[in-house]
């Protein structure tokens, strides 16, 4: 492999050119050098000349041998970023991903900072979503579960990297009979597994080769599976005036506006991403 920072670049370019478009296997090359050294795109460019050290030679040409194995430079490298925050993940956790940030800012639009909220995130996985709700709104208390308890050992470790304090409980919220009648959330966010089964044929291998399939699936029978636990969840755990929040799967936006109808919840409203594809919805708690 060539040794100067241009060289190396444009190798990663080319030896990842059938696998991912150029803009992206550039910025896994930017990754790369960021993870290194901490530079930015700019530093990046005007290091066109810098020559790497046998050591840091060695790592870029590992990485990039696992690159072309469709491996995800986040679950190399370890980490990613999500709302601006440092994020750690693994193979036990879902790679954050940006149209949730989308959902987090919803949620953070809805509730004062000022107000002393508790919020519950349903299979927070890396612990995104609770983090950076941790980080925006100082005053709420945050709880979250997931029922993989190696995901749970990731987002804490997530939590403390992060200087928030957050409530987390191993929880299999499918099998979750809450029939307590002391509501004590004012908000429940969830991004739960949604890609059925059979879109597996349609999923790029560096995700359904490396992150978890507990995290992603659900069968084709009850797609709506979780979406249907969580809202009954809901209902006994909201406070009067508490807020639902999903991300969902855009296929099925009408069905799960209907189940929440359904299950009595109000003033229900669907968004779309940036990418204008029906992604999350939110709905006030019943009445009574
Ligand atoms: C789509 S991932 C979301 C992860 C993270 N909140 C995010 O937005 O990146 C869904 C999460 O739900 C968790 N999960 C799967 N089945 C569950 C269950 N029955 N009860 C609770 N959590 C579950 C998975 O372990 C995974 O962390």
Not at 48 to 74: A, C, G, M, N, Y
Not at 252 to 262: D, K, R, S, T
Request: aromatic share 8%; hydrophobic share 40%; with cysteine.
């Amino acid at each position: 492999m060539p040794s100067t920072v241009k060289d190396i670049v444009q190798t990663i370019r080319n030896e990842l050119s059938e696998i991912y478009p150029s803009h992206e296997a550039f910025q896994m090359a930017w990754l790369i050098f960021e993870h290194l050294y901490g530079w930015s795109k700019t530093d990046l460019m005007l290091h066109d000349h810098t020559k790497l050290t046998d050591s840091d030679h060695l790592f870029v040409q590992k990485t990039l041998e696992r690159l072309k194995k469709h491996e995800p430079i986040q679950y190399i490298l370890g980490e990613t970023e999500f709302f601006g925050l440092p994020i750690q993940v693994n193979p036990s956790v879902l790679i954050p991903r940006p149209e949730t940030e989308e959902l987090v800012e919803w949620v953070i639009q809805t509730t004062s900072k000022q107000r002393s909220a508790d919020i519950l995130d349903i299979g927070t996985g890396s612990g995104c979503i609770a983090i950076a709700l941790a980080k925006t709104l100082p005053n709420a208390q945050i709880h979250a579960c997931d029922i993989s308890e190696k995901a749970l050992q990731t987002a804490a470790k997530n939590a403390k990297n992060n200087q928030v304090k957050i409530n987390f409980e191993i929880k299999d919220i499918l099998n979750s009979t809450s029939t307590r009648n002391d509501p004590s959330m004012d908000i429940i966010v969830s991004n739960p597994p949604y890609v059925r089964d059979s879109e597996k044929k349609h999923i790029q291998p560096h995700v359904l080769e490396y992150e978890p399939h507990l995290a992603l699936f659900v069968k084709d029978s009850d797609p709506l599976i979780f979406y249907r636990a969580i809202a009954l969840y809901a209902k006994t755990q909201l406070k009067k005036n508490g807020n639902l929040f999903f991300e969902i799967n855009s296929a099925f936006g009408e069905e799960i506006q209907a189940l929440l109808i359904q299950n009595g919840f109000r003033n229900i409203e669907l968004r779309e991403d940036l990418s204008g594809k029906c992604r999350m919805i939110k709905a006030d708690k019943p009445l009574g």
